[in-house]
């Protein structure tokens, strides 16, 4: 089956507190963005890229490619007002035809850390469950708020929880019917929309250090990540 990869990058560097797109800031002198879509490169160079970027960013991103002279194969597709639409755009440059015999990831642009073993995870899995999320345990304990901003809480069964990561990754079709839905405020994240189409997801091992990079605090694990692999 052939794989796709749909690589969501629509930030803004809001929470980062800077101008520049978390997905643009250096990590190790490279771009995160780069160092994600390498992963993919180098899990599989016959994999299929699209990049989804917002239209105001896509000038930017083709002079930092020319830049760092970044030659890994990608296609850009335009970003949406919300994940879910930028989603759809990406998939909408692959043809119903070449969804029939694929495979669909669709990954964080800012987690340029997750392992080849849980790419190659998702894809094996998807291609027998139709549906699979990469998620890891939640190792903290967790207290649920009580309704009414009364300030009571009570714990809860940490057991009975996952952290959900990306790539999540679907069968061409499956993931093609799902978003032909209506959009709804409820569609977090794509195995959402899967699940409101009908089919279930089933959950693997994801690995600790996919870490979605949003804050100067991410950066700062970033650092010591890229650190401790070199």
């Given amino acids: 089956m052939r794989k796709f990869a749909i690589i ?8 980062m507190g800077t101008d520049v797109p978390k997905q643009f800031i250096p990590v190790g002198g490279r771009p995160v963005l780069m160092r994600t879509l ?11 890229l699209i990049l989804v970027l917002p239209t105001a960013q896509q000038a ?26 930028s989603v759809a755009n990406g998939l909408a440059v692959i043809s119903e035809k070449e969804a029939t015999d694929a495979l669909i990831a669709v990954h964080d642009g800012v987690r340029p850390f997750v392992s080849k ?14 549906a699979v999320v990469p998620v890891t345990e939640v190792i903290e304990t967790l207290r649920e708020l009580s309704d009414g901003g009364t300030g009571k809480s009570q714990s809860v069964d940490r057991g009975k929880y996952r952290l959900v990561q990306t790539p999540q ?22 195995a959402s929309v899967v699940e409101a189409s009908g089919v279930p997801v089933t959950l693997i091992p994801g690995n600790r250090e996919n870490i979605k990079i949003t804050t100067p605090f991410d950066l700062t694990i970033a650092e010591a990540l890229l650190a401790a692999h070199q």
Avoid: M, S
């Avoid at 969501?8 to 929470?15: E, F, H, N, S, T």
């Avoid at 390498?38 to 299929?48: C, E, G, H, K, Q």
């Avoid at 061409?172 to 409820?186: D, F, I």
């Fill in 117 to 130: 073993e849980v790419i190659a995870g998702c894809f094996g899995h998807a291609a027998r469950h139709r």
């Fill in 8 to 15: 969501v990058a629509g930030g803004k560097g809001l929470r």
């Fill in 38 to 48: 390498d992963v993919f490169w180098d899990y599989d160079p016959a994999i299929r």
């Fill in 60 to 85: 930017y991103w083709k002079g930092l490619c020319r830049e760092y002279e970044f030659n890994v194969p990608h296609q850009v597709a335009d970003g949406g007002v919300t994940r879910f639409h």
């Fill in 169 to 190: 990754t679907f069968q061409g079709l499956v993931l093609k019917a799902a978003y032909a839905l209506p959009y709804q405020p409820t569609f977090t994240d794509d």
